[in-house]
């Protein structure tokens, strides 16, 4: 009998009786994890969110010579076929290192739900909060003597542990470059003392625990553990980048983004295992190429900046780059200058990890109103991430109510992307 086959008759036998459901749970992540940096061919993410949701075809889906297809150029890319919009020419230069997909589509054209999905892989469902990829690497590769937190996410809150708990949150950093706030010892706090205080929470705890039975007094507890490592620890120096040469600096920008991408290139180094980069304000309702002109330029040089970095370092080969964003916009323009939402066609790029660089993927038609060719969902991206991390997009982990969830919402690997062995 195969590992999943025994687990799935653990978990059927369990999914009845809660009060075994944590015990289940916790079975099947320990068998789980021990197979997983075997098959692993990457070890981190870095996953740029564009929040607000970009526009394709004045980005990655160029229109041209098509009156909805806007005042920008199109420009020739290093990957045969590929045009990128011409305030992407550092993305263009490195095509190679990613592959695009260009035939995303989706039900959810609400800001709210459509990010969800795309942190999660699923859509909202008011019976269960599921956790983001950041949270189940949390939890997979948990680790209590680890002095760096294994997800992090830059310029946002990101989505949390969901059903898996807190302790499986981001530490949420908003100004990339300095180090995290209040991570030093209070004024006129001894390490003494200080000790003394965390021997005095423990107590207060321990009485509390007796008096409840409540796995959110574990989780609390391991947040503290977890901020009490990353405050003593000379390894939270990686927050700081000014020690950066200036050359370095520059090339990644002098904006927070540029900033945030750096960051997430230098937390990798030190193991951390999922970090999220916010580049925010792509709702354009209004001025749409005003606004996306100035996001792309920061979007090609942070971006551009990192892949070409993680490849010099030989980083790029175990570590997964993923930019997307809540959905594409409409190819009508507005009176307004703007686009609105269009969850019919969007585009993300991948790179890294074992995946093939250099790929386009995916068609949308003469004014990318809809996707023509090779239609993609957000869960298949989602399982091509996991099964490149070594995880079985499949396999289902019990929710503290006993409820079997998978990490994905019947995602499917995208073959053409993942390398031949």
Known sequence: MDRRHFLQIISSSFGTMS??????????????FADTEKSAAAKSIIFVWLNGGPSHIDTFDPKPGVKEGGPFKAIGSRTSGMQLSEHLPLLAECSDHFALIRSINSRE???????????????PNPTVQHPSLGSWLSQRFADTSAELPLFVSIGGPSYGGGFLGVEHNALVITKPGDLPENAALGLGVSRERFDRRLAALTTLDDR??????????????????????LMLSPKREVFDIS??????LKRYGDHDFGRGCLLARR???????????????????????????????????????????????????????VCLGDFGRTPTINGDDGRDHHPQASFAVIAGGGLRG??????????????????????DIYATLATQLGLDPSEM???????????????????????SP
């Open 19 to 32: 009060a075994f459901g944590s015990i289940a749970a916790h079975f099947w992540s320990r068998l789980a």
């Open 208 to 229: 509390f625990a007796k008096s409840t039975i409540d796995k959110k007094i574990d989780g609390r507890r391991s947040v503290y553990a977890k901020s009490v490592r």
């Open 243 to 248: 020690g950066e040469p200036e050359a370095t």
């Open 109 to 123: 054209g609400n800001h709210v739900r459509a990010q969800y999905l795309g942190h999660t892989g699923y859509a």
């Open 358 to 379: 250099g790929v386009l993927l995916g068609e949308t038609d003469t004014h990318g109103a809809r996707v023509t060719r090779d239609l993609v969902k957000l869960p």
């Open 267 to 321: 937390l990798v180094e030190q193991g951390t295992r999922f970090v999220e980069v916010v580049l925010d304000g792509w709702d354009t309702h209004r001025d749409n190429f005003g606004k996306v002109k100035k996001l792309s330029g920061a979007l090609d040089g942070g971006l551009a900046a990192l892949l070409r970095d993680l490849e010099a370092r030989s980083l790029l080969k175990s570590t997964l780059v």
């Open 397 to 419: 982990t019990m929710t503290p109510a006993g409820r079997p969830i998978a990490l994905t919402d019947k995602g499917v690997a995208i073959a053409a992307l993942i390398k």
